[in-house]
């Protein structure tokens, strides 16, 4: 049901851009996050920097295609905010303590193991550059697929991305997973 919630604003999206146009759609999809980020407020949850980063880029770049009534703008919007997220993930390679996957996984892989989890910084690093390869990979895609598609077929196309960055999500957890629990804490303490 979560999941269903995440993509309203995208589901909303496409069935106007279906029945409408992309300039309908584009108003849609700002409303649909808008009631989305007051419903998590009312609910109490914690709304992450990347959501409102997205947002933020979304109103930006939506607001762009009804001010001047051109379809590029929302169209680029993904390909931006891949690889601003890309460059971010890159940047924390660099800057900080931690990387941004060890900041955002660490939690979620330690309560599936049900313990601690002592990856090496190596480790750590790894994992961040395979988003920092999943973004630009991403938006790179988003924008073959706007320079090559008709906008619904490109809207399509972008409920797809959703499903392809949920199985890198997936695909990362297993791999994490699996080489936690078939190589314990020989993982956490290799450098």
Avoid: C
């Avoid at 051109?70 to 890309?86: H, M, R, S």
């Avoid at 797809?160 to 997973?177: I, P, W």
């Amino acid at each position: 049901m979560q999941v269903l919630f995440e993509l309203f604003p995208l589901i909303i999206f496409v069935a106007f851009l279906v029945k409408t146009d992309v300039f309908i759609a584009t108003g849609a999809l700002m409303a649909a996050v808008s009631v989305q980020l007051v419903v998590n407020k009312l609910l109490s949850k914690p709304i992450n920097k990347m959501t409102l980063i997205a947002t933020a880029l979304l109103f930006v770049f939506g607001g762009l295609t009804l001010l001047l009534k051109n379809e590029a703008f929302i169209k680029w919007k993904p390909t931006a905010v891949y690889w601003l997220f890309a460059a971010v993930f890159l940047g924390s390679q660099f800057i900080g303590e931690k990387t941004l996957a060890q900041r955002f996984y660490q939690a979620v892989f330690e309560q599936a193991v049900e313990g601690e989890i002592r990856f090496s910084k190596a480790m750590w690093a790894r994992l961040n550059f395979f988003w920092v390869v999943v973004f630009v990979l991403l938006g790179l895609a988003n924008y073959f697929a706007f320079q090559n598609l008709d906008t619904v077929s490109w809207g399509f196309f972008k409920l797809g991305m959703v499903a392809v960055y949920f199985l890198m999500v997936l695909a990362q957890f297993f791999y994490v997973y699996h080489k936690y629990t078939k190589q314990g804490e020989a993982v956490g303490n290799s450098e």
